[in-house]
């Protein structure tokens, strides 16, 4: 498999519950994001690692903990959600390396419900 | 200063027409602008992207127009078709080179449809 996959794909959970979201790309790439997207607002930028390190946490708040055991996977960890955090995640990776040191390459999302 | 405005929110044009988007922004370290395609139940995806250093750049039926002095920039699907229906986003950045990865700043997105 190639690209930039994220499971899963949809996820229905309660204010109480917990659960994770997986990211892995294929590229090689070292750096990884995770965003979130909303309806007619613009893709926000939650977290970055690079090469397993985390060098952005745009003030996310505590009930989403990422999480990067390698340069390959990262997960967000979810817990106490509320309402309005429902909404598309979107994991992204690139790399210094490539060609194209500014593209970054994005898996299809999950979509996130919180009931 | 961090902000990337988009517009339209929404485009409707006919098959055959030139589709316009339009994108300002505030901070004049951006050096890089990228334009993301998406499609319902797929990530975005780089389409084009120019740096300030030239005003305009083409891909096949999409160019980007820079104007550096009005920070503005915009994305024109020429002979647009059924199959460019899709959310455009663009994009500002100034690139890390200590960091190695690069942060973009995203416009809200524009919903375009093309009738045929």
């Known amino acids: 498999e190639t690209g930039v996959t994220q499971t899963p794909r949809h996820l229905v959970m309660g204010m109480t519950n917990k659960k994770s979201l997986k990211c892995e790309q294929h590229?090689?790439?070292?750096?990884m994001y995770w965003y979130k997207q909303s309806a007619k607002k613009p893709l926000e930028l939650m977290f970055v690692?690079?090469?397993?390190?985390?060098?952005e946490n745009n003030s996310v708040p505590s009930r989403f903990s990422p999480e990067c055991p390698n340069s390959s996977h990262l997960f967000l960890h979810l817990h106490t959600l509320q309402p309005e955090d429902s909404a598309l995640y979107l994991c992204?990776?690139?790399?210094?390396?490539?060609?194209?040191?500014?593209?970054?390459?994005f898996g299809p999302g999950t979509r996130l419900t919180v009931l | 200063q961090q902000q990337v405005k988009q517009s339209p929110q929404s485009l409707i044009v006919q098959k055959g027409g030139i589709s316009i988007i339009n994108c300002a922004y505030e901070?004049?370290?951006?050096?890089?602008f990228p334009w993301y395609q998406q499609f319902p139940g797929k990530g975005p995806a780089l389409l084009i992207a120019?740096?300030?250093?030239?005003s305009e750049k083409k891909e096949g039926r999409f160019t980007i127009s820079f104007n550096k002095s009005a920070k503005q920039f915009s994305l024109h699907i020429m002979d647009s078709q059924p199959g460019d229906s899709a959310t455009y986003f663009c994009?500002?950045?100034?690139?890390?080179?200590?960091?190695?990865?690069?942060?973009?700043?995203f416009g809200a997105g524009t919903r375009l449809a093309v009738h045929p």
């Open positions: 992204a990776s690139s790399s210094p390396l490539a060609g194209a040191k500014d593209t970054q390459y």
């Open positions: 590229l090689g790439h070292n750096a």
């Open positions: 690692y690079n090469f397993k390190e985390q060098t």
């Open positions: 901070n004049t370290a951006f050096d890089y």
């Open positions: 120019i740096r300030p250093d030239v």
């Open positions: 994009a500002a950045s100034r690139e890390t080179f200590s960091g190695g990865y690069n942060k973009l700043i």
